[in-house]
């Protein structure tokens, strides 16, 4: 920590040594006894000189070798100066400059009798510059700490105000700056960049922050930026404090002593270093040594195995040892006047999250909070320390519960393991409650103890299910297991759907996969000794049937729809009835037998409703009812079995309607197959004959049976199916109307064979009359746009749709609707009356076509404005013109216009032309002269005068005009 720059001495000359040990007095009697004897000497020569010139000889003389002797007495006294500063230079020689006092200094001046801060002042600033160019470190060394205190030192001894010093540092950083143009290259120039950065910096701490802004101009004379400044201060600041706190390690990790953090805190602000910056540095060194501890512990725990009985005692004991470490650092970072950043250590940011070795980290979390609670037993200052130890790894709260909850998982599992073996959950008075107090211990959730326990009933269930069936004894063992573990129902119905149901499944699987053809009692016998020897429950069993056949129908639906034509697909569906009938309603029927009891129950209740049926027949025959009235008769409706043939004997079948296709497809696919059906039953089946003929047989009434069947396998409700034949009674109504109303024309007699039509098809009023309605409008809309396309549609042809009833908006776009109503309103207001109804232009006609109110009126008054203008000009063109019919037209015109849009106005440049119009309107007997005057922006004396002059029958256009002709010519 020291440098020894002055390594030469310098040697004294001759005189400097016959002068370097005189005294002073002695110095100044010689000097005197010089200049004396030399001017004695003098005079004596000058004597020599003969005659008259003997005085003046002497003089001279005397004068001469005085003055000489003077000169000789001052470089003496030259040479007695400079050995001050040789002798000072000499000191330095071998020795560190810091240790220079400024008595030392003051002690070589007196000796040789001079001040060597006032009369040496360049050379004082010469040998500071070449101790503080030595100082600086040179390439990437880094500074040592010590160098602006020893600056200070050696500055304070050789007498250097502040100004002085800090014109040898910018002179200094000249240099460099000059070095890195003169050197070049890359490598060189970032050197020199270094160079300068800790210059500033030892400069900074030379004179402090606030006198280093004004003498030390960085910026201006070189061009830097205070970002460049300070990053200097930063890097240079931070690696000398990173240095010190190592320092003050004594063996891997910086100490937890509040003597030792105070120490860094000060000097944090001896360098003047930020809180910031000294924050990073010193948890960063922290984290660096908790680092290293860990990585060790990671390594003990990965070479101690994955066995039950591994020892993690090292590992463990580096975790704690962690933990008491943070403890330590969280407690004095309460204190004041520590260092920066002391507190809780956080690995964040380390070598563990840059370097992807966060599983290391984890995987000691686990091994500490599974070492805590192995007993069972999750203690609250175990868990205030997996929460501490959780933010020193930087661990996520979710990852680091992912853990706890796995760990605790294994932990409960492995004590309801012991609990069964040992006897001790059987003796257990309350199994819950021995299960609950598992749970507080361990402060496991009881959704996860659910699920836990639900694993062994499914892991035993698993076991059992092996050999492909369950025996009594395994149910019996089961349900122990479900008591002992408390497991819900849910849960056990669930598993026995998943384990149970996957091995019924591939025994439905087969029996289904045979087809129609192939099927037979025995897989019918197959698939339900398996439900029995599986222990399934009948509805379950069914629901898992029901999963399997819906995705048979579901491919036979697909066949069908593949089919090209309607026959083809009706025959596919007919095939998905006879599976429904044949395959599946005989495995229900042996999965799930019919209840004699229930069948009981419904052959009363129907005989109990005929009885309360025939009392109401006596009582009504009684009271003088209508004998001939049939009641209907009232049933239960019960399936209807059929008799089919199947290996080689006659059997009952039932058709299903329990498994359909009512939750696979929706209701408008489903009822799109039943109709494909019914017209295949309507229209009957065809044979194909030789030569590519085709004969169609007459329609089976048993294919209705089928119908029906198909129905119940999409179920189908009784509304959808209506709903189904009521579109195709509608269509085939449709088809008629439109034969019918070929014309166009609905008269009597064709109404009245609709109505015949409408009672066949069973038909409502209200959807016969919709579909002629809808029938007409078409035939009519297609003549309205016809009339629209030629420009012949008007508002008259527009109230006979309406008076017909007919939906105008829907004949009639929008755009055409609006054309209509600007042709109208424009006839309207060039129509030469004078008229413009304003009720009926913005309601009556917008209602009648159906358009905005607000916005007609908006249309209205935009056209009335173009208009208003176009009525003004023509008229003043039309009185030009002499013709008197036309202008009147016009002037009718303006008023109309006027009526439409009052407020906007109008102007002509020629007075006398206004006056025209008025007065050919009022020799014409317009009803609306006052508007008109108001209009024309004529006076109520003007407007007297042109009444008087047409009253008195002298106005005359023409005479008017030929005057105007003399007066022009």
Known sequence: ???????????????????????????????????????????????????????????????????????????????????????????????????????????????????????????????????????????????????????????????????????????????????????????????????????????????????????????????????????????????????????????????????????????????????????DTFQSLVRGSVEKTLADASEALKSSGRTKKRDVTGAMGAVEEVLAYNHEMTTLGGEEGVASGTGPVTLWGGVFHEENRMEELRGLYRMYFAENVKDGIYTEDTKENIDILKNVFGLGAKEAEEIVTDVSTKVYRNKIRKAMSSGDLDAAESKAKFLQELCDNLQFAPESAFAVNASFYEDKLGEFLEKKRLSEEDVAELLRLR????????????????????????????????????????????????????????????????????????????????????????????????????????????????????????????????????????????????????????????????????????????????????????????????????????????????????????????????????????????????????????????????????????????????????????????????IIRGVTNERVGSNVAAQVSAGKMDLKEIRNLKEQDLDVESMVSKEQRKTLFRKEVEKLLTAGTGNFDANEMLVEVPELLCLDKEKAATEVEQIAKERKKDALVSGVAMLRSKDVDETLKCINNLIACNKAAPDTKVSWPLETELQDLYSIYIMRKGDSKEVLQDLLSISDETAQNLEAVVEAGTFNLAEEEESEEEALF
Request: charged share 30%; aromatic share 6%; glycine share 8%.
């Open 483 to 770: 008591v002992l573990l408390c497991v819900p129902e849910a849960t056990v119905k669930k598993a026995h759907t998943e384990r149970c149901g996957a091995i019924f499944r591939d025994t439905l699987e087969a029996a289904i996969s045979v087809g129609l053809d192939g099927f037979s009692f025995d897989q019918r016998d197959r698939v339900v000794k398996c439900a029995q020897n599986l222990k399934l429950d009948k509805d379950l069993a069914i629901e898992l049937l029901g999963v399997n056949v819906r995705k048979a129908f579901a491919g036979m639906i697909k066949t069908a729809k593949n089919k090209s034509t309607r026959l083809e697909q009706a025959k596919e569906l007919k095939k998905m009835v006879f599976f429904s009938n044949l395959v599946v309603s005989p495995l229900i029927e042996g999965i799930r037998p019919e209840d004699p009891e229930k069948i009981a129950a419904a052959e009363k209740a129907e005989a109990e409703m005929k009885a309360i049926m025939e009392e109401a027949k006596k009582m009504a025959k009684a009271e003088g009812g209508d004998d001939d009235e049939e009641e209907p008769e009232i049933s239960i409706a019960k399936p209807e079995k059929e008799k089919i043939w199947m290996e080689g004997k006659e059997v009952e079948v039932k058709p299903q309607k329990e498994i359909n296709m009512s939750t696979d497809l929706d209701l408008a696919e489903r009822q799109e197959l039943y109709k494909t059906y019914l017209l295949y039953c309507m229209s009957g089946d065809q044979v194909d004959l030789p030569m590519g003929g085709k004969v169609t047989i007459e329609r089976d009434e048993s294919e209705f049976k089928r119908l029906a069947q198909l129905g119940d396998v999409l179920g189908l409700s009784p509304m959808d199916v209506n709903n189904v034949q009521k579109g195709l009674a509608e269509q085939a109504f449709t088809q008629n109307v439109k034969q019918v109303l070929g014309d166009g024309n609905l008269t009597a007699e064709k109404s009245e064979y609709l109505k015949g039509v409408q009672k066949q098809m069973n038909l409502t009023d209200e959807s016969a009359q919709l």
């Open 1 to 279: 920590d020291e440098v020894k720059p002055f390594v030469n001495n310098k040697e004294l000359s001759g005189t400097q040594k016959a002068v370097s040990g005189m005294a002073a007095p002695v110095r100044l009697l010689a000097g005197a006894a010089l200049i004396g004897g030399a001017a004695f000497a003098g005079m004596t020569a000058g004597g020599q000189v003969p005659g008259k010139f003997s005085t003046a000889g002497k003089a001279v003389g005397g004068v001469t070798l005085g003055a000489a002797a003077a000169f000789a007495a001052t470089k003496i006294d030259q040479e007695r100066k400079d050995v001050a500063i040789i002798e000072l230079e000499n000191a330095l020689c071998g020795r560190d400059p810091s240790t220079l006092t400024a008595s030392e200094v003051s002690h070589i001046g007196d000796k040789n009798g001079v001040n060597l801060t006032a009369d040496y002042r360049d050379q004082m600033k010469n040998m500071y510059d070449h101790y503080l160019s030595n100082v600086l470190p040179p390439g990437d060394l880094p500074l040592g700490g010590w160098e602006a205190e020893a600056l200070l030192s050696f500055k304070s001894a050789l007498g250097l105000d502040d100004q002085d010093a800090a014109d040898v540092h910018i002179e200094v950083g000249r240099r460099i700056f000059r070095m890195r143009f003169e050197v070049g290259g890359k490598e060189a120039e970032q050197e020199e960049r270094r160079a300068f950065q800790k210059l500033v910096f030892v400069s900074n701490m030379v004179f402090g922050d606030a006198k280093s802004k004004f003498l030390l101009p960085w910026k201006r004379l070189f061009n830097v930026t205070d970002a460049q400044i300070l990053v200097a201060c930063r890097d240079n600041g931070a690696s000398l404090y990173k240095r010190y706190l190592e320092s003050l390690i004594p063996e891997d990790r910086f100490p937890a002593d509040a003597t030792a953090l105070k120490a860094a805190r000060e000097y944090q602000s001896r360098i003047s270093l930020s809180d910031e910056v000294a924050t």
